[in-house]
Structures are given as C-alpha cells and as structure tokens.
C-alpha cells in the first residue's frame, strides 16, 4: 500500500503536485520542502510520513526506561578465597584481593594475631619447683627486708606440684582473670579466691627471688590476704545494709554537721565576748570617756562592734526527717485556709461559678500547690546540683511524651521572624543552638527578647522621624 492510498481512504486532498505527476504525492522525506526539516527519533520512519507537512502535536523523545550500559575500561579486580590461620589447630577461609597464584594455597597469619597477646607466666618443672620452694626460714626471714613480711598459707591442707602447676595453666588460659578461675578451678580439694591467689604470688615470689632476686617486679609480688578478707566482709556489711540504716546513717551525718556548726558558732560568741570584755584596754587613758561625749562615743563604739560581731551567718543543716511532716502540714493547710476564703468572697461579692470554672480554680490552686511542694523538696540541693542533675521546678502542665527543648523556642510573624534572623546572622550567631542545653536555651529566649524589643523600638523611631519630616 502507497501514500497515496492511505490518503484516499482518509480523504486527505494532496495539496501540491508536480506537473506531470499523475496523481502521486509527493514524498515526505525527499523533497525540497523538507529538507530542512530534522530527523525525528523515536518513531517509525512509515509512520511520521503519514503526518506529511503536519508538525507533530506533542515532542516525540525516546522513552526508554532503562539505564546505560556501563562503558567501564578497566576490567574487575580479582578475588580470592584464601584460608588463613586463626589459630594452631583452626584454618578459616575469607576473601582476599588477588589472584589465587598472587595470594598463594598456604595458610597465612590472620592479620589479628598481633592483638592475640597473653601475659608472661612462669613457667617451671617439678625438679625448679621443688629447688626454688625448698628454702628455709632463715632466708625467708633474710628477704622480708626487700620484699615486706611473707604471708603464710592460710590453708590447712598443703598444696602439690600437679595442684601448683593446675593453677599456673589456668592463669595463662584467663590471663589472671581470678574470678573466671576460681569458677573454673575443678581440682580434687576446694580452695578459695583468696587461697588461689596467695599461693600464686607465693611462689612466683620464691621463684623470682631465687633466679633474679634484683627484679623490679618482687615489690609488688605481695598479696595482704588479711586486708583482702576484711576489706571484702566490709563491703558487704556495707551493701546489706536495709533503707532505714541508710537514712539513719545520713540523719547521724547531718547531727554531726549541726553540731559542728554550733560549735564553731560558739567559739565565735566567745571571741566577740572576750573581745567586748577587753575593751577598752587598761594601759590607755580614761580621761577621755569621762565626759559625756566620751561616754556616748564609748557606748556607741561596744554597741557597733557588738552588733557586728552578732551578725554572723552560719547556715546550720537541718535534719528533713524531723520538720518534713509538719512543714508540709503546715502548707497544705494554709493553701485550703486561702482556697476557702477565696470562695466565700466570691460566693458573697459575685455570681455564682459555674462547675467548669469551679474545676479551673481546683486546678490552678493543686498546680501552685505542686509547685510549691517541689520546690520545698529541692530546698537542700544548690544552684550548681540543680544544673549537673538537670532537675527544674515548675507548675504548668507538660504535654504528654517526649519533645526537645529546641522545639519550645520562640517563633514570631513572618516580617518580625526575618529581622531576627537578620540580626542573628549579622551577629554571626545560628538561628538555633547547636547544643542546646538548658542554660542555653534561657539564654537564647533572653536574646530574642532584646532582640524583638529593639526592633520595635526602632520601629517606633523610624516612625516618629517619618512624622517630623513631614512636619517639616
């Protein structure tokens, strides 16, 4: 089928046509008329010409979905399955950059095996061990004047070569972890942490002294078993002590602090009284308080130093389990004794509430109560406690969940926002803090406010000299 066919059908009238022609069209690709006409891809070459001198309705672009082929020119690296040695009887396998003849088929060293370091134990036969520990007690008594006092076995049962050297290799296999080896000591008689660790230093002792008896290490080969057991009974008393020891030993500190105080209190009573008493001195004149300016200056003078003397602040502990109970007593009534007379006032001066403002008035008065009983709790801890710990007193009602402080900083209208952020950025300072911390946030609500104060009051300047111009 021709064009020309196709034009029929579609009652398409040819619009130009060479004479001569009998009836043809003329080709849409190969005439003058479109020569200029670009090469369309994307779309059929039989299909564009039946468009003829038509433009397209839409831009025809080839729509593949598909990515391009990576042109990459160098050729991938090779890898290889290698084994290595993790250990004297495990062989692994991983992945290694390289061709199988470059990395070879014998196992290499793991490349971790340099951290793989155990401590340096003793290491000794039966023949040494015998030699080294047979010595007597005269040399035992020689060496307590480099080495400090031997401590002697403790353990009714003595110890064997095969028991020594059990222990020894359960110290190089937990690298002195004495906790895992006293768990894992299986051995015919039950010894005790202590028991291990005293005949350990014992005879790593007796075998340095005997083949290098100038070590360094001999000072501290000395293990106080005494101090060990008592120091370990102590910390257990200490920690099996009940709620009610801990709160009586805390009361009994701060008696001992008040006591303390009242007495260094006392002792300045004291100087001020001795010194009252001293004055005036005995070996100066008295002539000049005979007259009555005399005695009037003389009088105002004690009255002063006296005065001065009783101005002294000690800020004496109290203890809170004596007060506590009465202080909050005492609150809670006073807040009810305000709350009744409120409501009698109003109830007499003014319209009867309705229920929903009765519950607001409930809320607003346990609010402040709440508020005031936390902070009657944080009375003892310091302006520096309260910042490391973190802890803040308030009364308003927080929104349920977790939010950070950065979100609770001030926004304002869209024309004010941008002078702010004018000004910050001129100041060379972020719109929000980078740590923002509770000293920092504060901070920076304090320098939005200066901030949005003085945009309004040059606000309010730039206006008033606009009005002065005009009055001009």
């Given at each position: 089928?021709s064009?020309?066919?196709?034009?029929d059908?579609?009652?398409?009238?040819?619009?130009?046509?060479?004479?001569?022609?009998?009836?043809?069209?003329?080709?849409?690709?190969?005439?003058?008329?479109?020569?200029?006409?670009p090469?369309?891809?994307?779309m059929?070459?039989?299909?564009?010409?039946?468009?003829?001198?038509?433009?397209?309705?839409?831009?025809?672009?080839?729509?593949?979905?598909?990515?391009?082929?990576?042109?990459?020119?160098?050729?991938?690296?090779?890898?290889?399955?290698?084994?290595?040695r993790?250990?004297?009887?495990?062989?692994?396998h991983?992945?290694?950059?390289?061709t199988?003849?470059?990395?070879?088929?014998?196992?290499?060293?793991?490349?971790?095996?340099k951290?793989?370091?155990?401590?340096?134990?003793?290491?000794?036969?039966?023949?040494?061990?015998?030699?080294?520990?047979?010595?007597?007690?005269?040399q035992?008594?020689?060496?307590?004047?480099?080495?400090s006092?031997?401590?002697?076995?403790?353990?009714?049962?003595?110890?064997?070569?095969?028991?020594?050297?059990?222990?020894?290799?359960?110290c190089?296999?937990?690298?002195?972890?004495?906790?895992?080896?006293?768990?894992?000591?299986?051995?015919?008689k039950?010894?005790?942490?202590?028991?291990?660790?005293?005949?350990?230093?014992?005879?790593?002792?007796?075998?340095?002294?005997?083949?290098?008896?100038?070590?360094?290490?001999?000072?501290?080969?000395?293990?106080?078993?005494?101090?060990?057991?008592e120091?370990?009974?102590?910390?257990?008393?200490?920690?099996?002590?009940?709620?009610?020891?801990?709160?009586?030993?805390e009361?009994?500190?701060?008696?001992?602090?008040?006591?303390e105080?009242?007495a260094?209190?006392?002792?300045?009573?004291?100087?001020?009284?001795?010194?009252?008493?001293?004055?005036?001195?005995?070996?100066?004149?008295?002539?000049?308080?005979?007259?009555?300016?005399?005695?009037?200056?003389?009088?105002?003078?004690?009255?002063s130093?006296?005065?001065?003397?009783?101005?002294?602040n000690?800020n004496?502990?109290?203890?809170?389990?004596?007060?506590?109970?009465?202080?909050f007593?005492?609150?809670?009534?006073?807040?009810?004794q305000?709350?009744?007379?409120?409501?009698?006032g109003?109830?007499?001066?003014?319209?009867r509430?309705?229920?929903?403002?009765?519950?607001?008035?409930?809320?607003?008065m346990?609010?402040?109560?709440?508020?005031?009983?936390?902070?009657h709790?944080?009375?003892?801890?310091?302006?520096?406690?309260?910042?490391?710990?973190?802890?803040v007193?308030?009364?308003d009602?927080?929104?349920?969940?977790?939010y950070?402080?950065?979100?609770?900083?001030?926004?304002?209208k869209?024309?004010?926002?941008n002078?702010?952020?004018?000004?910050?950025?001129?100041?060379?300072?972020?719109?929000?803090?980078?740590?923002?911390?509770?000293?920092v946030i504060?901070?920076?609500?304090?320098?939005?406010?200066?901030?949005?104060?003085?945009?309004?009051?040059?606000?309010?300047?730039?206006?008033?000299?606009?009005?002065k111009?005009?009055?001009?």
């Amino acid at each position: 089928m021709s064009s020309s066919d196709i034009f029929d059908v579609l009652n398409i009238q040819q619009r130009s046509k060479s004479p001569g022609s009998t009836g043809s069209p003329t080709p849409t690709g190969s005439g003058n008329g479109n020569r200029g006409r670009p090469p369309v891809i994307g779309m059929k070459r039989e299909l564009y010409s039946l468009l003829g001198e038509n433009q397209p309705p839409v831009v025809i672009e080839p729509s593949s979905k598909f990515k391009e082929k990576l042109s990459a020119i160098t050729k991938p690296s090779a890898w290889t399955n290698a084994p290595f040695r993790a250990n004297s009887k495990l062989v692994l396998h991983h992945w290694v950059k390289g061709t199988k003849e470059s990395v070879g088929t014998e196992p290499q060293e793991s490349q971790y095996a340099k951290l793989n370091v155990h401590l340096t134990i003793p290491k000794f036969n039966k023949e040494e061990y015998e030699t080294f520990m047979a010595k007597t007690n005269e040399q035992d008594v020689a060496d307590q004047g480099v080495t400090s006092a031997t401590s002697t076995e403790s353990s009714s049962e003595p110890w064997s070569f095969d028991e020594v050297e059990y222990l020894f290799n359960l110290c190089r296999r937990y690298d002195m972890k004495w906790f895992v080896i006293h768990d894992r000591y299986s051995f015919d008689k039950p010894r005790s942490l202590e028991d291990l660790k005293e005949k350990f230093y014992q005879v790593c002792r007796k075998y340095f002294s005997t083949n290098s008896p100038n070590d360094p290490i001999m000072e501290n080969l000395n293990y106080p078993r005494e101090k060990e057991i008592e120091r370990k009974k102590y910390l257990q008393r200490l920690l099996a002590r009940s709620a009610a020891e801990i709160a009586e030993e805390e009361a009994l500190i701060i008696e001992s602090r008040k006591f303390e105080m009242a007495a260094k209190k006392t002792l300045n009573e004291r100087e001020s009284l001795l010194r009252l008493l001293d004055s005036p001195n005995s070996d100066q004149s008295v002539s000049q308080y005979m007259t009555s300016q005399g005695i009037s200056q003389l009088y105002g003078s004690l009255l002063s130093d006296k005065s001065k003397k009783r101005k002294h602040n000690s800020n004496v502990p109290e203890n809170p389990w004596m007060k506590q109970q009465q202080q909050f007593a005492q609150q809670r009534q006073q807040l009810q004794q305000l709350q009744d007379k409120r409501q009698d006032g109003q109830e007499v001066g003014s319209p009867r509430k309705t229920k929903k403002q009765k519950q607001e008035i409930q809320t607003a008065m346990k609010r402040k109560a709440e508020s005031v009983y936390a902070e009657h709790l944080l009375k003892n801890f310091s302006p520096e406690e309260r910042d490391a710990l973190g802890v803040v007193t308030h009364g308003d009602k927080l929104p349920p969940g977790v939010y950070l402080r950065s979100s609770k900083i001030s926004t304002f209208k869209p024309a004010l926002q941008n002078k702010v952020v004018a000004i910050l950025q001129e100041l060379n300072l972020p719109i929000r803090p980078a740590m923002p911390t509770t000293k920092v946030i504060d901070r920076h609500e304090e320098l939005l406010k200066r901030i949005t104060t003085l945009v309004d009051l040059k606000k309010h300047l730039d206006k008033l000299e606009a009005e002065k111009a005009i009055a001009k």
